[in-house]
């Protein structure tokens, strides 16, 4: 599976992003999708991950209510509608995939990753 992010740039505070990740591979529908951030120097923190049907969407806390993940499984796509940005928001924000399973917060449990998309939120 390859995983290639967009739609990464510079907003001010309270504006908005959405991000865009493109999917190749069949099995792109059986797979749960995550999204991470990672600041220089910090590990890759969870942001939102959505299951397989899109029936189930997870959030970390410091983002729900602002952030909205979603999957277009015909388009192989999964989204991040980002919204009320903060400056603390400001990241390196990566796509992953991974098979079925219970885990969905841990970078490691995550089997493929895109090469991230910078966003940037000016005070």
């Known amino acids: 599976v390859q995983l290639v992010e967009s739609g990464g740039g510079l907003v001010q505070a309270g504006g908005s992003l959405r991000l865009s990740c493109a999917a190749s591979?069949?099995?792109?529908?059986?797979?749960?999708m995550g999204w991470f951030r990672q600041t220089p120097g910090e590990e890759r923190d969870f942001v939102a991950a959505i299951s397989w049907s899109g029936g189930n969407t997870y959030y970390a806390d410091s983002v729900k209510g602002r952030f909205t993940i979603s999957r277009d499984s015909a388009k192989n796509m999964v989204f991040l509608q980002m919204n009320m940005l903060k400056p603390e928001d400001t990241a390196i924000y990566y796509c992953a995939a991974k098979g079925p399973g219970p885990r969905i917060i841990a970078a490691p449990d995550y089997d493929y990753w895109g090469q991230g998309t910078q966003v940037t939120v000016s005070s």
């Open positions: 591979g069949r099995a792109f529908r059986t797979y749960t």
